[in-house]
C-alpha cells in the first residue's frame, strides 16, 4: 500500500531535522588584564631604559616599538574576537536558515490539498473492495432463499456445526474406529494362530469396513430421505437398506470367522461362507453374538454420529455455508476498513498536533537566536571599547614611566590619546521575520492544519456512512441484513 500523507510526512520530517545545533555563550569574549600584559611586554623596563637614552626622540611623530608592540597585541585580540563573532553569527545564520518558516509555510498549504487526497483515495479503495463482497453476498442470499422457496425450508434454519462440533463428530468416529479394533481384535485374537498382533489386524479391516462405509451412507445417501423429491426418498430408503446389509453383513462374517478360527487354521474363508449361506445365525459361542451385537452398536453410533455432521436436508448446509461465509467476510472487512480509516485518521491527528506544537517550539526558537545575536552583536562593541582603555591605560603607563626617565622634552605624540579602529560588524537582517509577523503566520498554519483535522474527520463520516449504504445497494432478503 502506498504511503498515506505523504506530504504531511515530509513536512513532519523536515520539522524534526532541524535540530537545535547552537549554544549562547555567556561571555565570548575574556576580559584583557592590563596589569598582567604590561608585565608580559616588561613595560616598565623598557620605558626605563628607552627613557635614559631619551628614546623616542622629542621630534619623534610616530610610535616607538614598545608602544606598536602595546597596539598591535590589542589590535590582534579585537580581530581574534572578531573572527568569533563572525564564526558566531554564521552559526545563527546558518539556524536561522534551518527553521525555515516559508518552506515550511508553504509545505503545509500542500499538505492541506494533499491530505484530504490521500483519505479520500484509502477511502475509495475500501469502498471499491467492499462494493464487489456485497455484490457477492447479495447473490449467495439470493441463493440461500432460493433453495429455501424451492425446498419448502423457509421456516427452518439450517443445522451446521461450527468448527469445534464438526471437529468433535469427526473424532467420535476415529474413536469409534479405534475402539472398535481394539475390541474386535480382543475377541479374534483367540482363534487367531499369530496371537494378538494377527487378531488386530482382521480386527482393522473388519472395523473399517463397518464404520467407513456407514459413514459414508450416513454422510451421501442416507440423508436423501427427507428430500421433497420421491425419486431422491426411494435413493435415502435404499441408502437405510444399504446400510443394514453392510452391518449386518460385516459383522456376522466377522462373528463367523472368529468361531471358524477358533477350530480351524486352513481354509477359514470358504468354511465361513459355507455357513453364511447354510445358516447365518447359527453361532454355538456366545462371544460371537456379543462380536455381532458390539459392532452393530458401533455401525449404528457411527450411522448417527455421521447424520449430525450437518444439515440432514441434501444441499441445504453448503448453501447456508456459503451465504454465512460471504456474510461473515462482509462484515469482518467492513469493520475492518472501518477501524484503518480510524486508525489512518488518528495518525494524521497526531502528527497534525505535533506540527501545530512544533511551529510554537520553533517560534520561541527564532527568537532566542535573535536575542542571542543582538547580545552577541552588542558584546563586541563593549570588548572593543574595553580594549581601547587597556591600550590607553598601557600606553599611557609607559609614557609616563618613560618621561620620569627622560632628560630631554617628551615627544610631541606622547600628547595624543590613543583611538582604536573598530571593527563593524556586517549583519544581514532582510531575511529575519519579526515576532509579531511570525506569530501571525504561525497563527494561520495552526488554523489551517486545524481545518485540515476537521476536514479529515468529516471525510471519516462520510466514508463510514458510503460503507453503511451499501447495504441499502443491496439489499439482502429473509435471511437477515449484515
Known sequence: MAPKFDSLNKLLESLRDSSHDFRVTTNPFPPMDAEKLSKTLELSEKADSNGRQNLPPTDATEMDDVERSIVDRVESQRDDSYQVVEDQLSTYATRLRNLDFDGHFGQIQLANHASVADFKVEVAGGRDELHGLRKDLRE????????????????????????????????????????????????????????????????????????????????????????????????????????????????????????????????????????????????????????????????LIALIDSLLISDPYPGYAGTHERYVAARQAYVDRKRDLIDELTDIRNDHNEKVEWIVRELSTRRKESASILDARARMVGLFAEHQDHLELVAQKLLAYYREANRQARTTAQPVHFKSQYTMMRRDISLSTENDWSDKDLAERIQEAQDQLKAQMKQISVEFEAAVTAYHQLDNLFPETSNGPA
Open 140 to 299: 449467495r442470499d439470493v441463493e440461500l432463499a432460493e433453495f429455501r422457496e424451492k425446498n419448502g425450508l423457509q421456516k427452518r434454519v439450517a443445522r451446521t456445526k461450527g468448527g469445534v462440533a464438526t471437529t468433535a463428530k469427526w473424532l467420535v468416529i476415529a474413536a469409534l474406529l479405534i475402539v472398535e479394533t481394539w475390541v474386535n481384535g480382543t475377541f479374534l485374537a483367540v482363534g487367531s494362530n499369530q496371537g494378538f498382533l494377527g487378531g488386530i489386524m482382521y480386527a482393522l479391516a473388519f472395523a473399517f469396513a463397518n464404520v467407513i462405509l456407514t459413514v459414508l451412507l450416513g454422510l451421501y445417501v442416507v440423508p436423501r430421505i427427507v428430500h421433497r423429491s420421491f425419486l431422491w426418498k426411494i435413493v435415502g430408503l435404499a441408502g437405510i437398506a444399504a446400510w443394514l446389509v453392510v452391518a449386518v453383513s460385516v459383522n456376522l462374517v466377522m462373528a463367523h470367522y472368529r468361531e471358524v478360527s477358533a477350530t480351524m487354521v486352513d481354509a477359514i474363508g470358504p468354511e465361513v461362507m459355507r455357513r453364511l449361506n447354510e445358516a447365518p445365525l447359527a453361532m454355538s459361542d456366545i462371544d460371537s453374538w456379543v462380536l455381532f451385537v458390539t459392532g452393530m452398536i458401533f455401525s
